[in-house]
């Protein structure tokens, strides 16, 4: 396999790329795609047999139930991260090794509390963002991971982004089944 095809593997809807100019039409889109990511994740393993839930989406890549399990963890730091921002000042938020995440033996469990966290976690989410202004919106974390800041508006596009690309890797690890 080239590297351009692992890289597609990898990336199956593209890397994020942030708009020069954030409308807030745009920001109600990635919002809508955030509260929906629960429920497509849902309608997407529901039937899923535990041979299926194991699937990978690429060569060395997760399996469907640590990408669920991943998602999870991954957005109770985003809604850490939120929280951080609007109530201290350009806080410096703290990374995590999500590979070391993945190896844990939680992610090798049902994926139901996942599911259950995704749940609350989005609602969570999708009320606190919908009622952002636009001046919160401007609100910047630092990243040490990265060296930057980024605004709250970037970062609902990054994890709307996020979202999309993990129900790619399920529907890729479904569509690829035990190829990997």
């Known amino acids: ?39 497509s994740i849902i309608s997407i393993t529901e039937d899923l047999s535990e041979a299926e839930l ?29 929280k951080l921002t609007l109530t201290e000042d350009s806080p410096t938020i703290r990374p995590y090794f999500e590979d070391r995440f993945a190896e844990l033996i939680d992610y090798n469990e049902p994926i139901d509390s996942s ?33 930057k800041r980024f605004s709250l508006a970037e970062t609902i596009g990054i994890y709307a982004w996020h979202s999309n690309h993990h129900l790619a890797h399920i529907k890729q690890a479904l569509k690829f089944k035990d190829q990997f």
């Not at 609350?120 to 991971?145: A, D, W, Y």
């Open 54 to 82: 194991n699937y990978i989406y690429r060569p060395g890549g997760w399996n469907i139930k640590q990408v669920v399990h991943h998602c999870a963890d991954s957005h109770i730091n985003s809604l850490l991260r939120f």
């Open 115 to 147: 599911i259950s966290i995704l749940i609350g976690v989005h609602k969570k989410l999708g009320i606190l963002l919908k009622n952002l202004s636009k001046e919160e919106l401007k609100l910047e974390f630092i990243h040490p991971e990265h060296g």
């Open 1 to 39: 396999m080239t590297e351009k095809e692992l890289h597609q593997l990898k990336y199956p809807i593209g890397e994020f790329s942030k708009p020069d100019v954030i409308t807030f039409k745009e920001i109600e889109h990635w919002i809508a795609s955030i509260e929906t990511l629960p429920k």
